[in-house]
């Protein structure tokens, strides 16, 4: 094994402890290609440029991470869970001022019930809104809650009926 194959297994053991980014992978791929006849003296011996990986790890908990492993990291960057009135704000933001709105829209509703990432907030608010494109009508409640089930899914997360509220039969 030369040092090409030494450094592509660093990469994909990099890749796989970093679940998720594969251009990883294909930088791995693109820098270790097959080595050709060197031409000249000067690319017998190549300049070889090891590259300290970035690696992203998104876990639910903190607390499922090793305290071995965490000593290791360089930076660790904590995104809390946006509170109810942010969250009411990133709700009105996602929806913008061209996005037509029904009466029986309620952020507020959204804002307290749903506690979400302003991620997953413009995720809902995109998927309610070519929801109510397809049906060529504004963006409302029935659309907003669709949305929300269906992120909700995407998240691994149980339908409560106590969080949907009056809404529950939207999504039932």
């Not at 908990?61 to 990133?90: G, K, M, Q």
Request: aromatic share 10%; net charge positive; hydrophobic share 45%.
């Amino acid at each position: 094994m030369y040092l090409g194959y030494a450094l592509l297994f660093i990469a994909a053991v990099g890749l796989v402890t970093c679940t998720g980014f594969l251009s990883l992978l294909l930088v791995a791929s693109s820098r270790f290609r097959r080595r050709r006849v060197p031409a000249i003296s000067a690319d017998r011996f190549p300049a070889v440029t090891l590259l300290k990986p970035l690696c992203g790890m998104e876990p639910n908990l903190r607390a499922n991470i090793d305290d071995a492993f965490t000593r290791r990291l360089d930076a660790i960057v904590d995104f809390p869970v946006p509170d109810p009135d942010l969250r009411r704000t990133l709700w009105d933001q996602c929806l913008g001022p061209h996005v037509p709105r029904s009466e029986d829209l309620d952020l507020d509703f959204c804002a307290q019930a749903f506690e979400f990432s302003g991620g997953a907030i413009r995720s809902v608010v995109v998927t309610a809104a070519y929801l109510a494109a397809d049906k060529a009508g504004p963006v409302g409640m029935a659309e907003l809650i669709t949305a929300v089930q269906r992120e909700y899914r995407k998240l691994g997360r149980l339908l409560l009926e106590r969080e949907f509220g009056p809404y529950y039969k939207l999504v039932c």
